[in-house]
């Protein structure tokens, strides 16, 4: 048996028969104490038979539009596409990179009961004008580049976010670090979208985030990359599980 990974108190209908139950076994503590009877078996029996079932009923017809958006979906999408391979270093490609780390944030959600929309399945990495049509109606939506410099030492992590995501920015820019064993770039992990030097990106300008997984072009950061992107992939995904539940 494999249960459902989500908190069942979030739901009116889980809450009102509880509380009816609390309420009525708070009665029967009282009258047992105070050897004074507040209700009787009969009336005990009729309560737990009918109303509490009617709050069960009562709350299922409560409309929660946040707990029933049968749209949500998030969307996790790689940088550059099969065509145009990023920054190279040596055999390794940035496209190919973080294709890889795509694929694994997607196995994680989909785990999770997430419903999600990618960019491609397995190597398939679609171009720009493909990802950001997925952000429409996604709850939030994420690209993975890697950066790189002419400085082969430059290392860090930072997730390009518009001012409203920094929060989200810097939660997915800090697990990836410390999986990494990385530090931060900018502000805490973020950089707005205006301070970057690569100026006005459309992917997020329609909305999306860009989390930079290191650089491919430091040696260490490469190595590190490789035999842990899985690990900071789970990671990413429980942030982002965690943002849309």
Partial sequence: MKLINENPWQYLSVKLPMLGAFFMLIVLILQWALDYKIIDGDTAAIIASTVIPALTWFGRKIAQPNLHNVNQFVTVTAGHSNVDPGAVNGKFKEAELVTKFRNAVAHYLKEAGIAIKTDGVGSDNQNLNTAIKLIKGSDVAVEFHMNAATNKAA???????????????????????????????????????????????????????????????NETELKTFNEKYWLAARDVSDILISYVK
Wanted: aromatic letters at 8%; hydrophobic letters at 40%.
């Fill in 155 to 217: 290392y860090g992590i930072e997730t390009i976010a518009l001012p409203k995501d920094k929060k989200l920015a810097q939660d997915l820019s800090k697990v990836v670090a410390k999986a990494f064993n990385s530090k931060l770039r900018g502000d805490n992990g973020w950089i707005d979208q205006s301070q970057s030097a690569r100026g006005k990106l459309g992917f997020i300008s329609n909305g999306g985030l860009i989390v930079e997984l290191g650089f491919i072009s």
